[in-house]
Each structure stands twice: as structure tokens, then as C-alpha cells.
């Protein structure tokens, strides 16, 4: 399969793109360099929401239908810490910034970063919608990885910065206009390059193991 590259479409807010995390990480393993990470903003902007009971509860049952299928945990210190908090916000827009400011420091470092805040969240059940926490976790993680980030000062960039802050909305527009483009909705989406053609992988595909993405993935050779 002579895929050019990947496009990942996701939101770091989403459960099904956590339970995504292991089959596009093998992604990277077999095709390196060719995935392109494109957040959508489906919670941040007119997403974004106020933690209610109403919506703690139905992303709470959302996880747990998660959880019996891939056998992911969202643990009680992530429900009561976040869902069950109704102080807090269901914004996805410090993640996003976050990543985008990591990807022009070192490019594999985004998807990494990415399943850091996912365990952070649904493990730990640290607030991953406020910038102060968002920053802590990524500058911990810049660090670890040779980048000696101070938090204050990603926390700023990442509340104040507006250079930053276009850069993040021209990769929300750039995947929503795919997905308008090809017709999906939702996320997680995967589409495969292969030419001048443009394959879009089934979301559960994602999510249902590694083995199932590469099956689904070895059908593009088969297609023209």
C-alpha cells in the first residue's frame, strides 16, 4: 500500500479518541513520519460547555460503554475530580493549543503529549480543560523529553498568545473542512492518502484494536 500519509481527526476531549490512542500509535510505528494530527474543536468554541449534571452523566455512560468494549479505564478520581465537579468547564481549547504548540517544537511529540493528557484526565483525573493544569502536564512532559519548559510561562502562551491561537483555529478549519469534504461526521476519523485518493478508514476500526486498523488498512491494496 503506497499510502502517502494519515490524517487524524480527533478531539482531545473525545473517549473513543482515547480508546484510539494504541491502534495510532501503531500507526506511527509502521509508517513514521506520515501522520498528520488534525483537532477539530468539537468541545472548544460553540463546543465547549459547562460541566452539568446532565452532561456529567452522559459522558459518564458514554465511558463505560467505552470501557466494556476496549477494556479502557475512566476511574472514580476522574469522575468525581472532573465529571462530577460542576465548576469546571468541558473545553478542549488548552489541549488544543498545547498540541499545536507542540507540534512546532518537535512533531512526534504531539501524539505522545496527547495520550499524557488522556491518562492525566480519565486516569488521574486531573482537570485537562484548565490552561494552568494543561500547561503543568506538558511542560512535566517537554521537560522529560529534553525541552526544559517552565508551566507560568506555557500557561501564558497558551491563554494569551495570539499567534498561537490562529495557528490552533487554521488546524480546527483545516479538519473540519475535510470532514465536510468527505462527508463524515464525528470524530475519531482516519483518512489514508494513498496517491491522488483519499480513503476514509472506518472510525471503528480505531478502536477496536490494532490488528483491525491494519486489516482495514491492507484492503486499500485491493481497491483501485
Not at 10 to 19: E, I, K, R, S, T
Not at 81 to 97: E, P
Not at 98 to 124: G, M
Not at 206 to 220: H, N, S, V
Request: aromatic residues 8%; charged residues 20%.
Amino acid at each position: 500500500m503506497a499510502v502517502v500519509r494519515f490524517q487524524y481527526i480527533f478531539d482531545p476531549l473525545c473517549g473513543w479518541c482515547y480508546a484510539s490512542a494504541a491502534a495510532v500509535a501503531e500507526l506511527t510505528k509502521r509508517w513514521p513520519n506520515q501522520l498528520e494530527m488534525l483537532p477539530c474543536g468539537l468541545f472548544s468554541g460553540k463546543g465547549a460547555r459547562d460541566m452539568t449534571l446532565d452532561w456529567a452523566t452522559y459522558a459518564w455512560n458514554c465511558d463505560q460503554r467505552i470501557a466494556s468494549l476496549t477494556g479502557l479505564e475512566f476511574t472514580e478520581a476522574y469522575h468525581r475530580n472532573v465529571l462530577m465537579n460542576s465548576t469546571l468547564r468541558f473545553d478542549s481549547n488548552a489541549i488544543n493549543r498545547a498540541l499545536t504548540e507542540v507540534l512546532s517544537i518537535n512533531p512526534p511529540l504531539e501524539l505522545l503529549l496527547l495520550k499524557q493528557l488522556q491518562v492525566e484526565r480519565y486516569l488521574h483525573g486531573r482537570d485537562t480543560s484548565d490552561p494552568a493544569v494543561v500547561a503543568q502536564i506538558a511542560a512535566d512532559f517537554l521537560s522529560e523529553c529534553g525541552w526544559e519548559t517552565e508551566a507560568k510561562q506555557f500557561s501564558h502562551r497558551l491563554e494569551r498568545d495570539e499567534e498561537l491561537a490562529v495557528r490552533t483555529a487554521e488546524r480546527l478549519s483545516a479538519a473540519n473542512m475535510l470532514m465536510n469534504r468527505h462527508g463524515v461526521q464525528g470524530v475519531p476519523q482516519l483518512l489514508a492518502l494513498e496517491g491522488d485518493k483519499t480513503h476514509v478508514i472506518p472510525s471503528s476500526a480505531l478502536y477496536q484494536g490494532t490488528d483491525r486498523l491494519i486489516t482495514e488498512l491492507q484492503k486499500l491494496s485491493g481497491s483501485h
